[in-house]
Every structure is written in C-alpha cells, then in structure tokens.
C-alpha cells in the first residue's frame, strides 16, 4: 500500500470512528446487528420482529414534543421561579426514552411544505408523490404497494390502522387506500373493507357525509364491512367486548366524537371515561395478538388539527395523549423485548410552533396554559351562541377569563413577565376579533391583514388562543404545513437502522429491510 492510498484509509477510519460514536453507544446497551444503509439500499441481517409498531404524530415535530415535555414538567413540579418562567424539570414523554431517535425530512414531489397524503405515502411505501395523492404516482395513474399489504400478503400478519381523528382521513387511508385525491372518501372506505385488514378504530367514516351516500343513496361504508365479516362497534360497551381474533371495526361513539368533524376529542375536551387513543391501541394489541405477528399504525391526528388552529394548549395535551397510548405499546414490549419494534415519528410539522415569543424574550410562561380549559372547537360553540344572542363584549368576556384565564385591565395582577392581566393593546385585538366574529360566516369580508391574523378560523377564538399563546411564550408562524424536518424514535429489534439524518422514504426502505418482506 502506497503512503497516498494508507493516508486515505486512515482518514477514512477516522470519520467512520466520528460518525460511528453514537451507534457504538447505543449497540453496548442494546447490541444489534451490523448494519449497512444507504440512500437506494438498507441492509440488515438481524432478528425479525414479530411485532411493529407505527406511530405517527401527525404535525408532531421537535417543538411539539419539546413544548410537551417543557409543560408536562411544569404540571408535575411547578416553576422554579414563575415570575422569570425558569422550568429546570421537563418530564419526558413515555417515547423519549428510547435508545435511538432520528432526524427525517418531509419534503414532496410538490412542496418543501407537505399535506398528509404525501407524507404518509413517503412512510407507507417510500415514494415521492404529489401533495393530496395518497400511494399512487405524479400520474395518478399507478399505485404503490404499502408496507401493510406486503406484510399481510408475505409473513401473514394481522395489520391494525388506529386513529383520533377519521378513519378514512389522509394518514390512517395512506396504510391501506389508494387514490388520487385525499378527498376520495367512498373510494377510501371501500378499499378498506376489501383490505382485509383485520383492526381499524377512530372516529367515524367521511364517506357517510360524501356525495355517493348522500346523492347517490350508496351504501354506508359500515354496513358494508359487516357483509365483509367485520364486527363494527360504535359504543363503549361493544368495544370493550371486542377480544383476540375479532375482525373489527371500532368507531368513536357517538357521544365521545367531535361533532363537528366526528373525530375522537381533543384531550382537553375528553369528559370522564371516555375511550382515548391509549384505549383504541391497548384493544388493538388485545385484537391483533397472534403467533405470526402483527403490525399497527397509530396517528395522533389532532395535534395537527390544533397546530392549523394555533391552539397550544390542545396541541400539547394531545401530544401527551400520543404518548400514553406509545406507552401501551412500551408495555407490550416489556413483556417481547425480543420480538417487538416500536418507532414513533411525525409525517410534517404543522403551524411553525416555536417555543419563544418577541414579547416575552428569553422567558416562558407555560403554566399559563393551563387556564386553557377548551379547546378552540369547543369555544367555538359559544361564540355561536355569542353571536344568536346579539351577546355584549362584556359578557363575552367573562366566559373568557373563565376559560382562558385572560383578565381585563384594571383586574389585580401584571399584564407582563407571565402576568394573565390583558394589555389595553391585547384587549383592543380582542374587541376587533370579537366585532369580525359576530358577522355571520358568510357575510364575513376579511382584508389581508386579517387573513394572516385569523386564517380561517373564528376570528375571536384564534386571537384568544394566540394571546395567551404568547402570554406564555409561545407562538406559531403559520396556519399550515412547514417544511422542518421531524423526529424519529425506535427501540426493539433493527432499532439502529433509525438513527442519523435521512429522508421519510427510507423509513419504508428500513422496514422492509428488517421484516425481509419484497
């Protein structure tokens, strides 16, 4: 070996030596396979799991699981200091304790600033496609094969699709659907009866409100499933009935969805016992436990929908509600550490969520956002009702200090430095948004200024949340998808296949590669 050819080998060793400094760490604690990856090819020769678990935070990111973290510590042990917001103590969330996390981009063949379709297709089949085209190509003429239906068709394992939000939306669709708009949902519902897929459970199908039921008299989706052999339940009795090896479909009931959208809850809004994602998983183990195995998605899809709204307070504690449900899958693991998978990840960012608001500086206030006792969806409501009584900015104020907490000058306390005292500037944006929120939605004419301060929101909902958003130190930059990379979590077997930075195809190229389908 000439001294050119041993200089570069030794440079070579030296960055393999840099670059592998993580992986060394983490295979002492837990060893595993020597891998090889690229970005056309992953090579793994190791054990492989029997069970996988998929869970998606939909619009979840660094700064949502942070902002989780930051405020989960302040609920358990309080501020150091709340007058300089100093929070010394984030208690993680259950999946932030795994041994290996990643860094993943999002980008589609359409935007830097991806929808769901897009995205999940990325992560179910680990191609590019268009914004809105759910595992089909730019065409929209060919379709791609999903992890799921790989998984079912070659090792026989039972496949669960879990969701907060429907059913049939972009990110659950994406992991058995293929169409070429999101918005296809008859199309959607039907693919899933004939799926064969054996757990689905959310909130209730957007195909009964599609234009095939409603004008064209189609058969309900649901009813379709049962002549399929699907069990489907839509009461909390019936889903806790459910056992091992039921073909099932578990639909939120009525009386626990969002009315509006027929989505599970928001956590904030959750009344008593009823059904969470970490139940709708916890049975979903229950169902598809098997000796050949399983694999099971499961989507927090409102910490998207409250990232579009710019609610902080639902986006986090839905965050947390994600977490205990990944927790059920901890436990599952706990009791297979050899034959289990576990990854958790977001499809996109939504809302451009930062911690650190220009009027607070270097402070955060997030005990504030605990005043929050709803949502913006349900807040919503009331100012409907605000708006058929012809009720008075006065009174409409105090259902704000008793649901948010925000306080009228002249009210004992600091506007300031975590003070929940509005500034006579915060109250004037309130009384503009208040005035706009009580002409009717389709008289409402809104200038460019107010279209980036409202988006399409209820204008004196959405200003009351950015308020006390930033009260606490928070802020948002957008009502849509940003183009930030997200995190990866895994633990179990093939873990270190999800380290380092890489892109959300090849989360599918990694999947593939550990389950050994084709």
């Known amino acids: ?60 990111s660094f700064p949502q699981i942070q902002a989780a973290q930051y405020y989960k510590g302040v609920e358990e042990h309080g501020a150091i200091d709340a007058k300089k917001g100093n929070y010394p103590n984030p208690e993680k969330l259950s999946f932030m304790n795994f041994p290996v996390t990643g860094t993943v981009t999002t980008y589609d063949s359409t935007s830097l600033c991806p929808d769901s379709a897009s ?39 039972k496949i669960g699709i879990v969701s907060s939000v429907n059913i049939d939306h972009a990110t659950p669709g994406a992991y058995y659907a293929h169409v070429p708009a999101r918005s296809e949902y008859y199309s959607m519902g039907l693919q899933l ?32 499933a049962k002549e399929k052999g699907y069990t489907v339940v839509n009461t909390k009795a019936d889903i806790e009935k459910l056992k091992k090896g039921d073909k099932a479909i578990a639909v939120c009931p009525d009386d626990q969805v969002e009315k509006e959208s027929g989505a599970i809850k928001y956590s904030l809004d959750r009344i008593g016992d009823e059904f969470t994602l ?17 694999f099971m998605m499961v989507e927090g899809g409102k910490i998207d929908w409250a990232g579009h709204a710019n609610d902080a307070a639902s986006n986090i504690h839905d965050t947390e509600a994600f977490g205990d449900a990944v927790q059920e899958a901890i436990n599952f693991y706990n009791a297979h550490p050899d034959e289990t998978l576990i990854l958790v990840t977001g499809d996109h960012e939504t809302g451009g969520l930062t911690i650190g608001f220009a009027g607070t500086n270097y402070d955060t206030y997030l005990q504030n956002l605990s005043n929050q006792k709803v949502s913006y969806t349900q807040f919503d409501r009331s100012v409907a009702k605000f708006r058929e009584n012809k009720t008075s900015f006065d009174d409409a104020m105090k259902s704000v200090e008793a649901n948010f907490g925000l306080k009228r000058a002249g009210s004992t306390g600091e506007s300031t430095k975590g003070g929940m005292i509005l500034t006579s500037s915060e109250e ?16 409402r004419k809104l200038n460019e200024d107010e279209n980036v301060m409202y988006g399409t ?3 004196f909902s959405v200003t009351l949340t950015h308020i006390l958003n930033n009260k606490s130190g928070i802020s948002f930059s957008s009502y849509s998808h940003t183009g930030i990379p997200v995190a990866m979590m895994a633990k179990g077997q093939g873990q270190d296949l999800f380290a380092g930075y890489y892109d959300n195809t090849n989360v599918f190229d990694k999947i593939k590669s550990i389950t050994k389908v084709k």
């Open 119 to 157: 995205t999940a297709t990325a992560l179910s089949t680990g191609n590019k496609t268009l914004s809105s085209v759910i595992n089909m190509d730019e065409t929209k003429t060919k379709s791609y094969e999903t992890i799921t239906e790989k998984l079912k068709k070659q090792l026989g394992y």
């Open 193 to 224: 009866v004939d799926s064969n897929f054996d757990y689905f459970a959310g909130g209730k199908f957007l195909s009964d409100d599609s234009k095939e039921v409603k004008e064209q008299g189609k058969t309900k989706i649901g009813e379709l």
């Open 1 to 60: 070996m000439n001294k050119t050819a041993k200089k570069i080998m030794g440079a070579m060793l030296a960055l393999s030596m840099i670059l592998g400094v993580g992986y060394t760490v983490n295979n002492q604690i837990n060893p595993q396979p020597v891998v090889a990856a690229t970005d056309s090819a992953v090579k793994y020769s190791g054990k492989t799991p029997k069970y996988v678990f998929m869970f998606i935070g939909d619009g979840m």
């Open 278 to 294: 970490a139940d709708y998983t916890k049975k979903g183990i229950e169902v598809l436990d098997n000796d050949k195995g399983f």
């Open 428 to 443: 004037a944006k309130i009384k503009a948004a208040y005035e706009k929120s009580m002409v009717p939605k389709d008289s």
């Open 457 to 459: 929101y209820e204008p």
